[in-house]
């Protein structure tokens, strides 16, 4: 069983964000409401990015926030599906350089 890799971004000795992949699946991606829009996101997907050659990982549909957000890095939209067990859509999004 494979376990996820997961950092976390420190401000001041406070963790803000973190990120969470599984080869090549981020898994989870999350910034503190309060410390979004300062580039925090975006260093924890580039810092995987440098690891790898290709990212994909999946957003709700209802997250306008968190898809704008991938769209805006350079993700495109590769497919979407209905989950069961949240009752939302869910958007797949892939990444490569």
Not at 3 to 31: C, H, K, M, N, R
Not at 63 to 87: C, K, P, Q, V, W
Request: aromatic residues 12%.
């Amino acid at each position: 069983m494979e376990l996820a890799e997961t950092w976390i971004w420190e401000q001041q000795g406070v963790p803000v964000g973190f990120i969470s992949v599984l080869e090549d699946d981020v898994t989870g991606l999350y910034v503190r409401p309060e410390c979004q829009h300062q580039g925090i996101g975006r260093a924890l997907l580039n810092f995987i990015l440098s690891q790898r050659e290709t990212v994909k990982l999946d957003v709700f549909a209802r997250n306008r926030s968190g898809h704008r957000f991938y769209l805006r890095y350079g993700f495109a939209e590769i497919g979407r599906r209905f989950d069961d067990t949240s009752g939302h859509e869910i958007v797949r999004m892939s990444y490569a350089p």
